[in-house]
């Protein structure tokens, strides 16, 4: 299970969206309210990745570049299902998100 | 190129989609409608009934009528009119290899609590009264749109016949109907060619009579 630390810089952000601007190759007329995570995690920074910071700074990971605390989706929004032009239904699982965390 | 006009039935899933209820019931029911369980199967039947007749019991009238009874206008405009065939996901929830004769498919209906107390609102509340202006001897569209819309999920499950607006049927006909041809035309008609209902239908779309469209739960 991924350490989850709440940060109010890292918060749930919504966009009113066509299916096709998702480009995931749908054609339909279809719209969605898209959610996403955004926002920064320095609040909620362990000492694993001050330790990371000070480590590529001073070059002793080589080239490596190990990823930062992140602003992710921590749960996922409810299915959305749409009719495309077709008339062919299609269901998105994981597509939007419903709640943030810094992990 | 033909002249772009409102498709109604496009703007109810839209706002369906844009309501956090109204979506996650949609995709409740379109899942199992569309999930193909075996190579002879195109779906769990019975999985997709239930969540349709949950899709109708949890989301306001306003989201799910809005899609079931989208009004169509111009009666070549199939876009319209094939998407609100398509609401229920026919090729599953409505749609058989036969089509059994409509008297033996309400025996089978009577055989099922909820089918049978469904399909008894939907001869009480729909009934055909040609003198009243409505059309309806109860007088209540509400009424009458929430009994057919019950009947949604059921083996009672009707739909939009295609080429012809607004006629409605369950999945039967009344071939091989023997001495019973009459009481089957009869059933059938009920669906096909009743006023009350089509009334019910055309005032919903056209957001005439919108006084009624807070009816009773079903007893």
Redesign the interface.
Known sequence: KPRRNQSHGCVLKQV?LNVTDLGLGYWT?????FRYCSGPCIDSETNYDKILNNLTHNKKLDQDKPARTCCRPIAFD??????DDN?V?H?LKKHSARKCGCV | PAVTKENNCLNAAKACNLNDTCKKYRSAYISPCTSRVSTAEVCNRRKCHKALRQFFDKVPPKHSYSMLFCSCPTAHQSACTERRRQTIVPVCSYEDREKPNCLSLQESCKTNYICRSRLADFFSNCQVEPRSLSGCLKENYGDCLLAYSGLIGTAMTPNYLRLSHLSVSPWCDCSNSGNSKEECDKFLEFFTDNLCLRSAIQAFGNGTDVGVWQPAPPV
């Open positions: 009113h007329k279809e719209e969605l309210i409810d299915d959305l299902s749409f009719l008339l239904y269901t």
